[in-house]
Structures are given as structure tokens and as C-alpha cells.
């Protein structure tokens, strides 16, 4: 903690703030005794002219005041919300002087700055707090032990929270950046609607923010020394856009970048630093992990060139819960309870994230027009359910549910329809190194019946990627009428990954449910 700040500096913080709790504790047993003392003042008074109110509303607001001059509020609460707003200002105070600020990015800050928001304590008729759920996602009590494990845990995380920032700045300019395999910036990018019609930065898109963690991170990656609100460049297009009003065009040139801001509000932004260019790459390369490094070298023969060989370490990231039932959001999985049984397929089914919820879950009923009960009547949710999953360890798992059909234990791209049968739905979470992940849906389409449906988890460079293998992949699927789905950035980070991934579904028939 010394590297940031003093420890005695720290020390010497948490008994000033100690004492500060103490004299407000003070101040509410002088509030307390000046208020039993307004209290007796009022009786007397009435006393002296019982019954009798002569005052006019031409009065009411001195009145009031004079009646209300002392209010005794709750102690417990008072002085739970003086240690909170201390607390507010002493981490305000430490992250301001302190190297922390610098070291966040705008997702840090973010953060931040949710959990430094004040919420009134509101109380129920039981006077209980009805609002612990906010308190607890606060900040923590100050304290010398706090502030030190806060400190070190920001050194700690100060090169993945910087590798992160460049990352977030970038993905949010195009959406081809969101490309895992072709996350590459090049000579220029595009900052959409960064204007106003009035000229003026737009606060909706929040490219102002964007601009300033980009040209911090080109200034550190440079050598110099910034700090946290180091933005050279906003202020010279400011200059350069000052003492006008409307749409226009404007050209700024700086140390790192020449903007050019058009009349429809965008603004386009070259570099001019090729060998920080490459420093940036380099790290976004660090930031998305071992996958970025598979598809570098790509195959970009369209279908006929299969990768057999397995995905390093299987390419194994189980499916988190979110993502799993996004992906079944729009899946219909119920049938009629005179109908037979839906067969469906996860291969590549690891440790069954997706299969599971296909033989049962408690929330299938849940979004259907007039609830459980009356759909439960009607429809269930008891599928054959098979398995494909490469790692003998997985699939023992698998099979030792004892809630699957069937479980092959094999390369899923060495199993044939023949062995197993077609299917009513596939759905999968496929390997995305290296064009896998096409490899395995474009085989999973020969399992599909005629009017079956495949929803997948893929990488999101399927959707913009130029190979040949991608290009030719997405003809084949606008063919089936493909809905492509984002999801959120950072979907795998929980299971070790900060691969950006996109869900596509198809009905082989071409048809949208």
C-alpha cells in the first residue's frame, strides 16, 4: 500500500474520520436535549392560552419554522448516515489522490461511481432498513484494513483493468471489433453520432468518454506520465469547435490522431502512431486470451477443409447460465402432451449446461401467456435428450445423471446421422478457435430434420469475419432465413474467457417460429 500511499497517511485518515462519527454522536445528544427543552417551551405556552390558536396564514411559514426549529431525528439512522457519507468523501479523497484513478478505465469508474451513489435509508412500519440489498453493494466501511485490501487489489488488477479499457473503448466504435479472431485495430475508426444537432458532444453515446480513455491509453503505451482526465485531444476539438452553434465539419490534427467530425455528427479518427497501434493490438491480444492466437491463422477454405485435430484443451468453456438461456429463450422445447417426445442434441456437450435444460426446467412455462398452470395442462417439457462430449471425464458425468438418452463419447465431427438419428432441435456451445465453431454447426446441420431448429453459440467474428469460410458460411445461412442475436460482451468472462460470442438460429426448412 505504501507504493500509493502512505500507510501512516491512512492511518491518520481513519482517526479523523473515528472522531468525526464521535462528535456527531455528540451533536445528537445536544440535537436530543435541545429538543426536549423546544418541547417543554411549547407546553408552557399552551399552558398560558389554553385552547387558543389566533394565528393568521399570512404567518405560516415563520410559524412553521419557529415550531420546527429543532427535529429530533432517529439516532441509529442519523449516525448510520453520518459514517456513510464519511465514508463517501474519504474514498473520494483517497481514489483523487492516489494513482487509482489513472488506473481505472470507464468500466471501473462506472462502477465506481454506483457504489459511491448515497440511497436515502427508507425504513419499514417494522423499522427495519428496506434498502440493505443497495447499502451492501456500497463501499466498504473505511477502515486501515479496507483501504489496504482496496489498494492492493488494484495494483493487483491494474494491467487487466488497463488491457480491459482499451478493449471496451475499441468494441464499442464498430461492431465488427466485436470479432474475437479479427479484434484488430487498424489505421482509423468511427465514432458514430458522437455530435449532436447542435454541434455538441453527445452525451447519449458517450464517445467523449471513449476519446479520453483512447488517447490515455496511447499516451501511457507512449511512456508519458497522465493523469486520470488527460484529454489533450477534447480539448482542441472543443477549441476548434467553439463559438458556433449547429452542424458542422471540423478537422483536428494532434500528437496522436487527426479527427475529421462530419456534418451528420460522426467523427473519424486516424492514428497516426503505427507503432502504438501495434502495442495496442498486441494487448488486445493478451486481453481476449489463447483463442485470439488460434485464429490468427484461420483456414479460409470454405467447408471443405475441417479442423480434426481437437481445439486446444477442447476448446472447453462451459455455457454460463445467462447465455444458456438466452440462447433457449426462443427455443420452443414443450410439446403436446399427445405428441411424441422432441429429440434434441448438445454436442460438444461438456458439462451439459445446455442438455439440461432441455430435459427439465422449472421456468419453461414461466414467459407463456397465463402462467404455468394453465400451459401444464396442455403441454410438457420431457424430451430424448443425446450427448456428444470428446473428454471421458465429461461424459461419465454426463451419463452418470442418468436424465440423457444417450451420451456418445466421441469427436462429435467423427459421429454420423446414421449412428444416431436426425433430431428436432440441436443446441450447442461449439469450440471457436480457428473457425471451429463453423466446422461444428455446418456438421450439426446433417442431425437436423427437415423442420428442425439449431440455435449456437458462436464466436462473434462469424458475423463479420472475410475469410472465405466465414463469408461462405453466411450465405449458406441467410439461406435459412439465420437470426442473428448479440450477446452481451464479456457473456464467458465468468468461465474464462473474454471472447466475444453471438447466438444464431436457423429452422432448416428456412421458416422463423
Known amino acids: 500500500m505504501n507504493a500509493i500511499v502512505r500507510r501512516d497517511t491512512v492511518e491518520d485518515i481513519v482517526t479523523k474520520r473515528t472522531r468525526a462519527i464521535a462528535l456527531y454522536a455528540e451533536a445528537h445528544r445536544a440535537i436530543e436535549i435541545a429538543a426536549e427543552a423546544v418541547s417543554l417551551a411549547h407546553e408552557a405556552a399552551q399552558s398560558a392560552s389554553p385552547g387558543v390558536n389566533a394565528f393568521t396564514h399570512s404567518h405560516a411559514e415563520e410559524i412553521k419554522a419557529f415550531y420546527t426549529a429543532v427535529r429530533l431525528p432517529d439516532r441509529e439512522q442519523y449516525l448510520r448516515t453520518a459514517r456513510r457519507l464519511i465514508d463517501i468523501n474519504v474514498w473520494s479523497w483517497i481514489i483523487e489522490r492516489t494513482d487509482l484513478e489513472r488506473l481505472m478505465d470507464k468500466e471501473a469508474k462506472d462502477i465506481l461511481r454506483k457504489q459511491m451513489a448515497y440511497v436515502p435509508e427508507q425504513l419499514d412500519r417494522a423499522g427495519q432498513l428496506i434498502n440493505q440489498e443497495e447499502i451492501e453493494r456500497g463501499l466498504p466501511e473505511v477502515s486501515v484494513e479496507n483501504i489496504q485490501a482496496t489498494l492492493e487489489q488494484f495494483s493487483a488488477d491494474a494491467d487487466m483493468i488497463f488491457r480491459r479499457g482499451i478493449a471496451n473503448a475499441f468494441a464499442k466504435l464498430d461492431r465488427r471489433f466485436k470479432s474475437h479472431d479479427g479484434f484488430k485495430v487498424g489505421s482509423r475508426v468511427i465514432l458514430n453520432n458522437a455530435f449532436n444537432d447542435s454541434g455538441h458532444w453527445s452525451y447519449y453515446s458517450h464517445h467523449r468518454d471513449t476519446l479520453i480513455d483512447i488517447e490515455r491509453t496511447f499516451a501511457v503505451l507512449d511512456g508519458k506520465t497522465v493523469g486520470a482526465s488527460y484529454a489533450t485531444t477534447i480539448g482542441a476539438i472543443d477549441l476548434a469547435r467553439s463559438g458556433r452553434w449547429g452542424a458542422r465539419q471540423t478537422e483536428v490534427d494532434t500528437e496522436y490522431f487527426k479527427i475529421r467530425i ?252
Open 262 to 513: 462530419w456534418m451528420n455528427g460522426n467523427a473519424h479518427l486516424w492514428f497516426k502512431r503505427d507503432d502504438l497501434v501495434r502495442k495496442v493490438n498486441k494487448l488486445l491480444a493478451e486481453y481476449y486470451g489463447e483463442v485470439i492466437g488460434d485464429g490468427q491463422g484461420a483456414e479460409e477454405d470454405p467447408f471443405q477443409t475441417i479442423k480434426t485435430t481437437p481445439a486446444r484443451r477442447y476448446g472447453f468453456f462451459p455455457t454460463p447460465d445467462a447465455a444458456g438461456a438466452r440462447l433457449l429463450e426462443d427455443v420452443p422445447l414443450l410439446r403436446r402432451k399427445d405428441e411424441p417426445q422432441l429429440r434434441i442434441l448438445e454436442p460438444s456437450a461438456g458439462t451439459g449446461n445446455l442438455a439440461r435444460r432441455c430435459v427439465s426446467d422449472p421456468a419453461a412455462f414461466d414467459n407463456w401467456s397465463g402462467g404455468r398452470e394453465r400451459w401444464a395442462q396442455e403441454y410438457r417439457l420431457d424430451n430424448w435428450v443425446d450427448c456428444v462430449e470428446i473428454q471421458p471425464h465429461l461424459a461419465a458425468d454426463l451419463q452418470a445423471e442418468g436424465i440423457y438418452h444417450q451420451v456418445y463419447n466421441q469427436d462429435f465431427l467423427t459421429l454420423t446421422p446414421d449412428v444416431t438419428g436426425l433430431y428436432d432441435r440441436i443446441v450447442m456451445n461449439p469450440p471457436f478457435d480457428r473457425e471451429r465453431d463453423i466446422d461444428h454447426v455446418m456438421h450439426a446441420l446433417r442431425f437436423l430434420k427437415d423442420d428442425g431448429c439449431l440455435t449456437a453459440i458462436m464466436s462473434a467474428g462469424t458475423e463479420f469475419r472475410e475469410t472465405r469460410k466465414a463469408t461462405a458460411f453466411r450465405a449458406h445461412m441467410t439461406k435459412l432465413n439465420v437470426t442473428w442475436i448479440d450477446l452481451p460482451a464479456s457473456s464467458f468472462a465468468s468461465v474464462g474467457t473474454n471472447v466475444n460470442t453471438i447466438i444464431v438460429r436457423v429452422w432448416k426448412n428456412g421458416r422463423r417460429w
